[in-house]
């Protein structure tokens, strides 16, 4: 599973982060962003593209879970 981080940055750099590390056709994958448009942004895309996504929120930081 590949871990990223991507906190600090605004749309669209997390889903172009994201959209990258699926070049490697990983069937997990971990992303925090801290800010809800990065959330929404990444999960609409990671959707798209047929992956599952949860998250858990802590003190303003969003860790998604993207799985095949």
């Known amino acids: 599973m590949k871990l990223l981080d991507a906190r600090g940055l605004s749309c ?23 800010n809800p448009t990065s959330r929404e942004n990444v999960t609409r895309y ?11 929120e802590k003190e303003g930081e969003y860790t998604l879970s993207i799985n095949k």
């Open 46 to 56: 990671a959707e798209h593209q047929g992956y599952h996504v949860t998250y858990t």
């Open 12 to 34: 669209p750099e997390p889903v172009i982060m994201i959209r990258k590390a699926m070049a490697s056709k990983e069937n997990a994958y971990q992303i925090i962003v801290d």
